[in-house]
C-alpha cells in the first residue's frame, strides 16, 4: 500500500463549517477549522485564527457544513453491487429463497472483473457518502484464492482504510470451505501491518459452517484475528444449527474458542438473552443492519433489549448501500416505530457511531479514530448542511437524524487525501467504473442465470 502518495508534508486547513469532534460526549465548534498534515491531524480551532496561523497552506471550504469524523461501515458485501435490478426469476419467499435464488447464485457467478467492479462501485458511494473506514464481507466460491487482494487493489486505489475477510461456507464443499480458511489467514499474514487494510476472519453463517470447519479455523486463527460472521438473520441459522450440529450459533462458536472483543457478530436478531449474555461477557460486537433486515422480511433487532443485556452495538449497511448515515436514521426510526414508543431512540442509538469508531481503531491500531483531534487519522467527511438552529454537544444526534442523514456530502478525506472534492470524486472516476459496469454485468447476470440452485439439502424448501 502506498500511504499519502502526494500530500505527505502538505499542511491543509478546512475552514467555514460546525465541527463535531466526535460521535459520544463531543466538542461542538461553531465557524471552525481542521489542520492535517500527512494523514495526522495537527489542530482544530477557530476559522480566521487557522488560516491566519497557517498561511501558505490549502485551504479547503466547508462552506457552512457539518464536519465529522469520517464514518465506520462495520459490515458491507461489495460484491452485491451488480445485483440491482436484476430478477432473480423465480419468487424470493422467505430468507432460505433469497440466500439460494439470488445471494448465492450471483457470488458463483463473480470473475476477477466483476470483483473489482463490485468493489469500485461499492468504494465510490462509501467515499460519496462520508464512509472513510469499511468492514467488508466477500464471498466468490469460483475465486476464492487472491479474491481479497483483488478488493485490496481497489481500496488502495480509492484511499479509504478497510478490514477484508471471505465468508467461509461449507455450503460448496469442504474443500471450499478450508480455501477460504486459507484466504483469510494468507491475507491476515501479508496485511498484518498495513496502515490502511487489515485482514480478519469471515465466516458465511453458523449454518452453512460444518464443525470440523470451525475446530480447522480454531486451530489456525493468528493472534488478532477476529470473526465476522452472519448469526440468526433468520431463525433459519438457529433452526439447522440445532437439527444439523447439535446447539446454536453462538454456543458452537464459544465452543471453539472463536468469540472475543474482535467478533463481529451481525444481525443476532433472533437470539435470546441467554446468547446475548454469552457475546456480551466476551466483549462482542454485534452489528445492526436496519434497511437490509427491512429490505429481507426477517424482523427487527431490538436494540433496547440487546443493549440491556450489556451488547456493545455497532452499525452497517450489509450491501444495501454504502450510506451509514441513512442506515443510522433507519434505526433510529425502526427502534421507534417497532416498539410504537417515540420515547425511544437517543439512548442506544446515538452510541452506535461511536462503536463503530471504537472498533475500527482496534482493528487498525489507530485508538484516536473517529475523533477529530491531534495526532487523530486524518479522516472526516464535511455534510452540505448548514445547521440552521444551534448545534450542541447535547443535539448533534438531533442534527444527525432530523437533519443532515439525507444531506449530499460536500468533501470526504481519508488519510489527509481528500477523496471527495466539492461533490467530484478524485481518486476514483466514477463515470469510467459505471460504464464498464455497466458493459460487464449482462455477462454477469446470463452466468447468474444459467446457474441452477446450490440448496444443500438440509435447506428446507419452506419456513
Ligand atoms: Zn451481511
Given at each position: 500500500m502506498s500511504p499519502n502518495p502526494d500530500l505527505t508534508e502538505r499542511v491543509t486547513v478546512l475552514a467555514s463549517g460546525t465541527i463535531v469532534t466526535a460521535f459520544t460526549k463531543p466538542e461542538v465548534l461553531t465557524d471552525g477549522a481542521v489542520v492535517w498534515q500527512g494523514d495526522r491531524i495537527l489542530e482544530i480551532g477557530d476559522s480566521a485564527e487557522m488560516i491566519r496561523k497557517h498561511a501558505g497552506a490549502r485551504n479547503l471550504d466547508a462552506r457552512g457544513g457539518l464536519i465529522l469524523p469520517g464514518l465506520v461501515n462495520l459490515h458491507h458485501h461489495f460484491y452485491s453491487s451488480l445485483a440491482r435490478g436484476l430478477n432473480p426469476g423465480r419468487p424470493l419467499e422467505n430468507f432460505g429463497e433469497i440466500l439460494d435464488g439470488l445471494w448465492w447464485r450471483l457470488d458463483r457467478a463473480l470473475d476477477d472483473d466483476t470483483i473489482r467492479l463490485s468493489a469500485e462501485l461499492a468504494l465510490a458511494d462509501s467515499i460519496r457518502w462520508g464512509a472513510t473506514t469499511i468492514f467488508d464481507h466477500h464471498a466468490s466460491p469460483t475465486r476464492i484464492g487472491g479474491s481479497l487482494d483483488l478488493i485490496a487493489g481497489a481500496v488502495d486505489r480509492a484511499g479509504l482504510s478497510a478490514v477484508l475477510c471471505y465468508e467461509i461456507t461449507d455450503r460448496n464443499g469442504h474443500d471450499d470451505?478450508?480455501?477460504?480458511?486459507?484466504?483469510?489467514?494468507?491475507?491476515?499474514?501479508?496485511?498484518?501491518?498495513?496502515?490502511?487494510?487489515?485482514?480478519?476472519?469471515?465466516?458465511?453463517?453458523?449454518?452453512?459452517?460444518?464443525?470440523?470447519?470451525?475446530?480447522?479455523?480454531?486451530?489456525?486463527?493468528?493472534?488478532?484475528?477476529?470473526?465476522?460472521?452472519?448469526?440468526?438473520?433468520?431463525?433459519?441459522?438457529?433452526?439447522?444449527?440445532?437439527?444439523?450440529?447439535?446447539?446454536?450459533?453462538?454456543?458452537?462458536?464459544?465452543?471453539?474458542?472463536?468469540?472475543?472483543?474482535?467478533?463481529?457478530?451481525?444481525?443476532?436478531i433472533h437470539l435470546g438473552s441467554d446468547d446475548r449474555n454469552v457475546l456480551a461477557a466476551h466483549g462482542a460486537t454485534i452489528v445492526h443492519n436496519p434497511e437490509s433486515n427491512a429490505n429481507n422480511g426477517v424482523g427487527r433487532l431490538d436494540l433496547e433489549a440487546v443493549a440491556a443485556d450489556g451488547c456493545r452495538i455497532g452499525l452497517g449497511t450489509d450491501g444495501m448501500s454504502s450510506a451509514m448515515l441513512g442506515s443510522l436514521r433507519a434505526a433510529f426510526l425502526g427502534l421507534r416505530g417497532g416498539r410504537r414508543d417515540p420515547r425511544l431512540g437517543f439512548t442506544v442509538v446515538p452510541d452506535l457511531l461511536a462503536v463503530n469508531a471504537e472498533v475500527a481503531g482496534r482493528f487498525l491500531d489507530e485508538p484516536l479514530l473517529g475523533r477529530l483531534v491531534p495526532e487523530a487519522p486524518a479522516d472526516l467527511c464535511v455534510l452540505d448542511t448548514a445547521p440552521p438552529t444551534p448545534t450542541t454537544p447535547e443535539n448533534v444526534f438531533a442534527h444527525l437524524v432530523y437533519g443532515s442523514a439525507s444531506s449530499p456530502v460536500r468533501h470526504t478525506i481519508a488519510r489527509g487525501r481528500v477523496l471527495l472534492e466539492d461533490h467530484a470524486l478524485t481518486s476514483l472516476d466514477s463515470t469510467a467504473i459505471t460504464e464498464e459496469a455497466r458493459r460487464a454485468t449482462p455477462a454477469l447476470w446470463n452466468r447468474f442465470h444459467a446457474l441452477g440452485a446450490s440448496r444443500p439439502d438440509w435447506l428446507p424448501t419452506r419456513d
Open positions: 470451505a478450508i480455501d477460504g480458511l486459507e484466504e483469510n489467514l494468507a491475507f491476515f499474514r501479508t496485511h498484518r501491518h498495513d496502515p490502511r487494510v487489515r485482514g480478519m476472519l469471515g465466516f458465511h453463517a453458523g449454518f452453512t459452517v460444518d464443525d470440523s470447519t470451525l475446530a480447522a479455523a480454531a486451530e489456525c486463527r493468528l493472534d488478532g484475528m477476529g470473526c465476522h460472521i452472519h448469526i440468526a438473520e433468520d431463525p433459519l441459522d438457529l433452526r439447522i444449527s440445532q437439527v444439523a450440529y447439535g446447539a446454536g450459533p453462538v454456543s458452537r462458536l464459544e465452543n471453539h474458542g472463536l468469540i472475543d472483543d474482535r467478533t463481529l457478530a451481525i444481525h443476532c
